[in-house]
């Protein structure tokens, strides 16, 4: 058996955790809407059309804001289409994703149900064939409370109340030329600074993201960045990141050591928006909103996606199969992003239903966890409060692209007012357990609430209709505390939750 030790300290903290954090996506693409949470027939369907069981597991995800309605559809997407009367909405060719959009579900709509779902929205406006007045318009629709053409459309259409949505995103990975309306840095940059100089005029508090690079390994990054920030900083309040890892080389040693280059795109991101803070002598900061993460690319490379039938209404495309390699990777992205919560204040897993998601429907029936929902389910839920900086001391390994990964991935959250501390930490050892010792520095009187152990007997084994609970977490970890000293058993190859609390006197 490998050791390992871990010293935390109460005294070395790497941030507050934004809970939105834990956000997620859904955008109007394959599945993910239609026959996703919305799907009028099926027999759970509430009196809006959304489907009540995915609402149960968004739920239990304590996902706290969804990023709507994309991703590369927004580019393409007039959003008052999607208002009014439902059987007055036009149907559209939706070209990034090849599909015909009915309209059904459109503002209105998708607020109402981020409110069944126990989230908010944030909202993403179209640089691609629009601009600043489409973009004022919608603001002016879902935030300004009356008395104008908009509003009052708003209020004609059931909505005495504005929406009051708070974040907004300006365009979406205008780097990238399979975008329309695809933008140079200096292009982007003059249309985003007008734009959010408008929509802040409407409503001074929100909060703006200008659409940073679609990824680490575009040309443009990180000039991409600093050109962009050079025309917005002073009205954007977070630029957005996009990451998504795939194994295609079936090298999972290799595959789930990609958190670290995770880490190393967000530390570029911040030296970059702090160069830029330097250069205009400001005391603004600039944060980070990694508003597109997950594992890609399964049904690309089994063929799937290029067997759906382009022009239909619900074209079934990137469905994911996940497999448990998935959930360990998911589960260091997850870490890394703590790690870094002083300057990562939102993030979202894409998406959240049917495409790249952790739930998968079946049209007209079930509903289910694929294996990478419960890593996110247990950060979402207990990883709160600060985030607590890891001095880790583990074996290592080096892999095809990385070299001295450390087989064991910790954070650690204590959440000072409920007197809890939870431990992250992921073996990635194919092989062996891991002892553990976690040094808790500055923390006395804990006792172990439950070790969470999250584990397969089969690295490619995941969760299906036919089988909705293959792979699932337990409880039967091996913790123990004695002092300060937390002593873990970390099973090979496992995800693991340890969970702490205050004993009372």
Same mark, same amino acid.
């Given at each position: ?73 927004v580019s393409g997407y ?43 929205v944030m909202m993403t ?25 908009? =509003? ?32 140079? $840095? ?63 080389? /079936? *090298? ?21 928006? *702090? ?71 939102? $993030? ?30 247990? $950060? ?13 001391? =583990? ?16 954070? $650690? ?15 990635? *050892? ?37 089988n909705p609970d293959n792979?699932?977490?337990? /409880? ?30």
């Amino acid at each position: 058996m490998k050791k390992a030790k871990v010293i935390y300290d109460k005294e070395f903290v790497i941030g507050q955790v934004d809970k939105r954090i834990y956000g997620s996506f859904l955008e109007h693409m394959g599945r993910a809407i239609y026959t996703g949470i919305y799907e009028p027939d099926h027999p759970q369907a509430d009196e809006m059309g959304f489907r009540k069981d995915v609402l149960e597991l968004v739920r239990q995800l304590n996902v706290p804001i969804v990023r709507y309605p994309g991703g590369n559809f927004v580019s393409g997407y007039n959003w008052e289409d999607g208002i009014g009367p439902k059987e007055k909405r036009p149907r559209r060719l939706e070209l990034a994703w090849r599909a015909i959009e009915t309209n059904e579900v459109g503002v209105n709509e998708f607020v109402e149900w981020a409110k069944r779902a126990n989230t908010s929205v944030m909202m993403t406006v179209n640089l691609g064939t629009r601009g600043i007045d489409a973009a004022r318009n919608l603001v002016e629709y879902c935030n300004f409370p009356g008395g104008t053409y908009y =509003s009052d459309l708003r209020r004609q259409h059931g909505y005495e109340q504005p929406h009051n949505i708070k974040v907004w995103c300006l365009g979406n990975e205008m780097d990238g030329d399979w975008q329309i309306g695809h933008k140079t $840095a200096h292009e982007y940059g003059r249309i985003a600074r007008e734009t959010a100089k408008v929509m802040k005029w409407i409503d001074p508090t929100i909060e703006l993201v200008a659409a940073g690079s679609s990824g680490p390994k575009m040309p443009t990054f990180p000039e991409w960045e600093a050109i962009v920030l050079d025309h917005t900083y002073d009205l954007v309040d977070y630029v957005s990141l996009h990451v998504y890892y795939g194994n295609p080389e /079936k *090298d999972t040693k290799n595959f789930v050591a990609k958190s670290l280059e995770m880490e190393e795109f967000i530390k570029t991101v911040i030296s970059t928006i *702090d160069y830029v803070k330097a250069k205009k002598r400001s005391k603004k900061v600039v944060n980070i909103s990694f508003d597109e993460w997950n594992v890609w690319y399964h049904a690309h490379l089994e063929g799937k996606d290029q067997k759906a039938e382009p022009w239909a209404q619900i074209r079934a495309i990137a469905e994911e199969d996940y497999v448990f390699e998935d959930a360990i990777l998911v589960g260091c992205m997850l870490i890394a992003l703590l790690k870094h919560c002083d300057r990562v204040k939102m $993030a979202c897993m894409a998406q959240l239903v049917n495409v790249i998601a952790p739930i998968t429907t079946v049209k007209g029936g079930i509903a289910y966890r694929q294996v990478i929902y419960y890593p996110f389910m247990h $950060a979402a839920n207990f990883g709160h409060g600060v985030a607590l900086l890891p001095k880790v001391n =583990s074996p290592k390994y080096d892999s095809k692209d990385f070299t001295d990964v450390p087989y064991i991935e910790t954070v $650690a959250t204590y959440n000072e007012e409920k007197g809890e501390i939870t431990v992250f930490a992921v073996n990635r *050892d194919l092989e062996e357990e891991m002892q553990v010792e976690f040094k808790l520095d500055g923390f006395e009187g804990f006792e172990v609430v439950e070790h969470i152990v999250y584990e397969s007997d089969d690295i490619y084994k995941g969760n299906t209709a036919e089988n909705p609970d293959n792979v699932v977490p337990h /409880k039967g970890g091996n913790s123990k505390i004695e002092g300060n000293i937390l002593t873990s058993i970390l099973p090979k190859f496992s995800w693991n939750v340890i969970r702490l609390k205050k004993k009372e006197n």
